[in-house]
């Protein structure tokens, strides 16, 4: 299955099953654990294909190890306005991957991530304002974010 699948499961008690079945166009594919139907979807602009192909490239899995191709497809999903590519994208930057590290790139992907209700994001943002990391320290959007974050 796909990490960006919404299920729309919340586990109350227990545990949560998943079977998880690869389909891929040949043998040769899914003994090389290559998903080609991904890269036709994201070149015809399908956001989720593109942040798919982002991670691929970033984890070697479904597609050689490259950082930079990563960093390009998580990009173009992430200026679609798929917020898990931009939470995606606001990481690559804040850790370097593919790219020099930039605070101040990271903290705009967080922010677009946060404003469409991120939660994760917004405890980042938060933190990056009341530390002053790629932004200069500001107590009262830390606390902005850390209330809206922390209520989810």
């Not at 804040?94 to 946060?114: D, H, I, K």
């Amino acid at each position: 299955h796909d990490f960006t699948l919404n299920h729309g499961i919340e586990v109350q008690r227990g545990g949560r099953y998943s079977l998880v079945v690869w389909v891929s166009e040949t043998q040769s594919a899914c003994n090389g654990s290559r998903t080609p139907w991904h890269a036709e979807r994201a070149l015809n602009g399908d956001l989720v294909a593109q942040h798919i192909l982002g991670m691929m490239f970033s984890q070697g899995n479904g597609a050689p190890k490259d950082e930079d191709k990563a960093l390009q497809w998580t990009l173009l999903a992430a200026e679609g306005g798929l917020v898990n590519a931009q939470f995606s994208a606001g990481t690559m930057y804040f850790e370097g991957r593919g790219t020099a590290v930039n605070e101040t790139r990271a903290l705009y992907w967080y922010a677009q991530a946060a404003m469409q209700g991120d939660a994760s994001a917004q405890m980042i943002l938060a933190r990056m304002y009341s530390e002053g990391v790629g932004v200069p320290r500001d107590q009262a959007k830390a606390d902005y974010w850390f209330r809206l974050g922390s209520a989810q």
